[in-house]
């Protein structure tokens, strides 16, 4: 069966997939696989999931030369994804996928975690756990918004060395009351899909963790109301009841998120292949680059160029979907 042949809604597929999980199509028709030989995988995945996309994924991967198994879709609430297996790892087609103008997501790794398996989960938090940037919020109720803000936005697309940039805006905020804090720290938009991501990683025996150049006042917060794990950020100097305008200890920067990483695998035994980092800034790339599983979400331009995954359409539910992915590719 050519996938043409294919019914128009993913969840109707079901039924052609053979007790496998996997079929082998190529651009004649198709036929079942008892053990797909796959070097890479693509996962497309996001509520617009449709024929269309598998199909056009299909013939890029053949042009590049490469063949395919697709596996049996599954579905995260109302979320299709789909698992392409290929017979190789392609640079280009990570990048052809990275510019299709489509309404879903769309990546191409050599391996994906397991959720089945214990892991790890180590996100930034400004922009990536949370929809706001945390010092942006303070400055703009002591009235240096515009100021810092645009340096956050510089720093956040590496424009600028991160550690001096947070130092310059901190000193902005010197003498705003501490009550600023709190009041950010009530109302902390959450990221669609964190709460999920956390409790379904907590339930399969992950640890997740943050390691975030934002403050510990707000990333306790979270800590406190979500249970993770370990959190890693800065803290700010207070003198009675204002702000100081200065970090107190060391600055966590795109190396201490690395670092942070590598620490929190060896504390709770995961394997390498086990790790996930995701981040929205230039300061996440190299925690990006050094997990098994590097995710920029909503990230700036440099980010997901460079990213492993870039997610531009869902939420942290897309990390839900990638990890059981990996299940799904590791049961056939």
Not at 113 to 126: S, V, W
Not at 162 to 169: A, D, H, V
């Amino acid at each position: 069966m050519p996938i043409s042949a294919l019914p128009e809604q993913i969840a109707d597929w079901l039924v052609h997939f053979p007790q496998s999980g996997v079929l082998a199509f190529n651009e004649s028709g198709s036929h079942v696989v008892e053990k797909p030989n796959c070097q890479a995988y693509v996962v497309l995945m996001g509520s617009g999931l449709a024929p269309e996309h598998v199909a056009q994924t299909m013939r890029q991967v053949w042009t590049m030369g490469m063949e395919t198994v697709a596996f049996m879709p599954f579905a995260v609430d109302n979320v299709w994804t789909l698992v392409i297996g290929t017979s190789a790892h392609s640079y280009d087609l990570t990048q052809w996928l990275k510019v299709q103008d489509w309404s879903i997501d769309a990546a191409h790794v050599a391996e994906l975690p397991r959720l089945q398996e214990p892991g790890l989960i180590l996100m930034d938090m400004d922009s990536t756990a949370i929809q706001i940037e945390c010092i942006d919020e303070i400055a703009r109720l002591a009235g240096v918004g515009e100021q810092v803000a645009a340096v956050t936005a510089a720093a956040m697309q590496g424009k600028l060395e991160f550690s001096e940039s947070l130092r310059n805006r901190v000193a902005l905020l010197k003498d705003a009351p501490v009550s600023i804090l709190d009041q950010v720290a009530a109302n902390i938009p959450l990221m669609p899909g964190l709460t999920d991501l956390v409790s379904t990683a907590k339930a399969a025996g992950w640890k997740v963790a943050i390691a975030s150049g934002g403050f510990t006042h707000f990333a306790g917060v979270l800590q406190r109301d979500l249970g993770l794990d370990h959190i890693e950020s800065n803290v700010l100097g207070i003198e009675g009841d204002h702000l100081t305008g200065k970090v107190i200890g060391r600055i966590v920067d795109s190396q201490v998120k690395k670092e942070t990483l590598a620490e929190l695998t060896a504390r709770y035994q995961v394997a390498a292949s086990q790790t996930v980092a995701i981040g929205d800034g230039a300061n996440d790339l190299p925690m990006l680059k050094s997990a098994a599983l590097g995710v920029a979400i909503h990230a700036k331009p440099i980010v997901r160029e460079q990213a492993q995954v870039a997610i531009r359409h869902m939420n942290l539910e897309a990390i839900v979907c990638l990890l059981k992915a990996g299940d799904i590719i590791a049961g056939v």
